[in-house]
């Protein structure tokens, strides 16, 4: 692993995080590959958590992409009520860790952070997040992201956008 490619990986999840931010839900969308996995598991006790999504339960799991489209087709179109008005979000990452894989895929680990306001009320989400990603002559491109919810007391909505 490589500085540069410590670089380029950080970039691009500060990328994703600026663009969920401005709602350029376009852009976001096309950082994942139409085949990726999303996943947000929820906590079995105060040390595990679902593992396999088709044998627990998840806050949130897409096999693929089209979950997340349908999420923001929801928002666009008005019928994600929980979605109205969308929150204004601060996404953060850090502590990048950075691993070339011998398929040719990158691993990436961070820990994350969302701060958010909506209707008056903020809250704070954060936790750790292990995202797969395919290098491209473009970039990276997302085959999965792996978020653990670390608060998972929630008193509001959890949506994709808040992670």
């Known amino acids: 692993m490589t500085a540069e490619l410590h670089f380029a990986v950080s970039q691009f999840l500060y990328q994703k995080s600026e663009l969920c931010d401005r709602y350029d839900w376009d852009a976001y969308l096309e950082l994942y590959d139409e085949d990726s996995e999303?996943?947000?598991p929820q906590w079995i006790d105060d040390h595990r958590y679902v593992?396999?999504?088709n044998q627990g339960l998840s806050y949130i799991y897409y096999a693929?992409?089209?979950g997340l489209e349908d999420r923001v087709f929801r928002i666009r179109t008005g019928k994600a009520a929980s979605a109205t008005p969308l929150p204004r979000t601060q996404h953060s990452i850090q502590n990048v860790q950075v691993k070339s894989l011998q398929d040719g895929l990158i691993e990436a680990k961070v820990g994350w952070s969302t701060l958010y306001n909506r209707q008056g009320l903020e809250g704070c989400f954060y936790?750790?997040?292990t995202y797969l990603?395919?290098?491209?002559?473009?970039?990276f491109r997302i085959r999965?992201?792996?978020?653990?919810l670390l608060n998972d007391k929630i008193d509001s909505v959890l949506?994709?956008?808040h992670v």
């Open 38 to 40: 999303y996943h947000i």
């Open 51 to 53: 593992e396999d999504p």
């Open 64 to 66: 693929d992409r089209s």
């Open 127 to 129: 936790g750790h997040a």
């Open 133 to 139: 990603l395919r290098p491209t002559a473009e970039g």
């Open 144 to 148: 999965r992201q792996h978020t653990i």
């Open 159 to 161: 949506d994709f956008y």
